[in-house]
């Protein structure tokens, strides 16, 4: 009987086999994601004549693509517009988030469950099907080619608010029950406990935020024609219209724009991977 349990078991043998296995599908999966990073790195160190080489490593590596983007043209002014777009949202939607999603978890009042399911619906809407009744209402408004009518419609973030009131519901009751004893109010509740507590959550979603308005196109593409108002991303698809078959500054400028965003990975994936693990929370 016992002999006949313990055969049931995987041998040593047998689970190192399937380590192995899965190591090297993980290590295949990791390549397959890091080439196409690796060989725009490479491509923005090569000359014109290189660009379409088949070689990783350029054979006369050079930094003149590097300084035609930083000098050439105003990509310096597109960073800089990205950083201030993406930084006023990021702020802006958290002060926002963590009220919006402090009523939804702790406030009882009529509605507030077909509220949260609204809010919570708009994750089935894409940009792509809004954008022309949202770019009407922004020209309405006379927020076109202006810092505003980049930012204040991509301030509301149904996942920042879903993913602050499970963090909330999270919280014992007993720390804002001994405040109202004491005397404080909602207000009170929320600026000297709620947001102080708020911290490692509010550090993974100002990081999903900035990342997800430094790579934003499609909208500043659509409300901001004038050059001065450009961000990175319309910076580089410009240099595709105008210089078709300059694939090396293309590369160049994307190299520039990705390095802020594996920095901002690298020193905070743990925030980022506590906030998708606390959106689990009841």
């Avoid at 397959?32 to 923005?44: D, E, G, H, N, R």
């Avoid at 660009?51 to 597109?78: C, M, Q, W």
């Avoid at 894409?126 to 419609?153: D, E, K």
Wanted: glycine share 4%.
């Amino acid at each position: 009987m016992t002999e006949a349990r313990a055969s049931s078991y995987p041998s040593n043998s047998q689970v190192t086999i399937v380590r192995i296995l899965w190591m090297m599908i993980t290590a295949i999966l990791a390549l397959m994601i890091l080439f196409p990073l690796l060989w725009m790195v490479s491509i923005a160190f090569k000359t014109p004549a290189e660009s379409f080489s088949a070689n990783l490593i350029p054979e006369h590596p050079t930094f003149d693509n590097f300084k035609y983007v930083l000098t050439g043209v105003p990509f310096l002014r597109y960073m800089a517009n990205s950083f201030f777009v993406s930084a006023s949202v990021t702020v802006i939607a958290l002060f926002f988030h963590t009220m919006a999603g402090y009523a939804l978890a702790r406030l009882r009042f009529p509605g507030r469950e077909v509220i949260f399911l609204a809010i919570f619906s708009t994750f089935l809407v894409s940009l792509p099907v809004i954008i022309v009744p949202l770019f009407v209402i922004v020209r309405a408004m006379g927020m076109l080619n202006t810092y505003a009518g980049l930012i204040v419609p991509a301030i509301f973030n149904a996942f920042g608010i879903f993913l602050l009131r499970q963090y909330y519901l999270s919280l014992p009751r007993e720390i804002e029950e001994a405040a109202i004893v004491d005397g404080a109010g909602y207000w009170r509740i929320y600026w000297s406990i709620i947001l102080p507590l708020s911290r490692p959550i509010m550090a993974a979603l100002a990081i999903l935020f900035f990342l997800a308005n430094w790579n934003a196109f499609l909208w500043p593409l659509t409300v901001a024609s004038k050059a001065d108002l450009w961000v990175v991303q319309v910076g580089i698809a410009n240099f595709k219209s105008q210089y078709s078959a300059s694939w090396n500054y293309m590369m160049a400028a994307s190299t520039i724009v990705a390095i802020p965003t594996l920095v901002l990975f690298i020193i905070f994936q743990r925030q980022i991977m506590d906030s998708l693990k606390t959106s689990g929370l009841k």
